[in-house]
T-cell receptor, first 113, second 115 residues
Framework: GAGVSQTPSNKVTEKGKYVELRCDPI?????LYWYRQSLGQGPEFLIY????????DSGLPNDRFFAVRPEGSVSTLKIQRTERGDSAVYLC???????????FGEGSRLTVL | GENVEQHPSTLSVQEGDSAVIKCTYS??????FPWYKQELGKRPQLIIDIRSNVGEKKDQRIAVTLNKTAKHFSLHITETQPEDSAVYFC??????????????FGKGTKLSVKP
């Protein structure tokens, strides 16, 4: 596709459940980023991949959060035992190598009841 | 403290006036400073960026200035129009978390341009 694609666009789940959020970056982009954005806040860094490996995962809030990018393209953000505080828009972004313009997806809005 | 501090958090101007948003950063190794615009319910989009080897960059009504000594950079919008109303985020690419290439964002400035 032409842009960064994220699915699902909306996810409602119950406290304690497991969720997966998917990101399909722009073809050829080696760097992929996950951010979390709460209402009225800036994108909060979670993790960034260079190829298949996590170059920096220092933003993951705790061990309930995990992300993978097994083939260096599509990435999945996994959240275990969801809590109400996890409710936010999860933004994925990609760019070539680790420089230049970062292109964002539309985001996945997660609501934990 | 925060890696990127952005001020003000809200800014209201009359159409035609100028708007200035400022950010400070902490990592002296930072070398890339983009600004993103996010309209309500939409994704952030790049509007202008600057690298550390340049002090100023301009694109029509938008300009960015960088002061590496003081570790701050600013977004300047001249002749503001109602369609400039949005939330603006600065970002800084530094060696945070031990890895170059990590982009950290400010908390945002909500700009309102009154007709």
């Amino acid at each position: 596709g032409a842009g960064v694609s994220q699915t699902p666009s909306n996810k409602v789940t119950e406290k304690g459940k497991y969720v997966e959020l998917r990101c399909d970056p722009i073809s050829g982009h080696t760097a992929l980023y996950w951010y979390r954005q709460s209402l009225g806040q800036g994108p909060e860094f979670l993790i960034y991949f260079q190829g298949t490996g996590a170059a920096d995962d220092s933003g993951l809030p705790n061990d309930r959060f995990f992300a993978v990018r097994p083939e260096g393209s599509v990435s999945t953000l996994k959240i275990q035992r969801t809590e109400r505080g996890d409710s936010a828009v999860y933004l994925c972004a990609s760019r070539q190598f680790n420089t230049g313009e970062l292109f964002f997806g539309e985001g996945s809005r997660l609501t934990v009841l | 403290g925060e890696n990127v501090e952005q001020h003000p958090s809200t800014l209201s101007v009359q159409e035609g006036d100028s708007a200035v948003i400022k950010c400070t950063y902490s990592d002296s190794a930072s070398n890339y400073f983009p600004w993103y615009k996010q309209e309500l319910g939409k994704r952030p989009q790049l509007i202008i960026d600057i690298r550390s080897n340049v002090g100023e960059k301009k694109d029509q009504r938008i300009a960015v200035t960088l002061n590496k000594t003081a570790k701050h950079f600013s977004l300047h919008i001249t002749e503001t129009q109602p369609e400039d109303s949005a939330v603006y985020f600065c970002a800084d690419e530094g060696n945070y978390g031990g890895s170059q290439g990590n982009l950290i964002f400010g908390k945002g400035t909500k700009l309102s341009v009154k007709p």
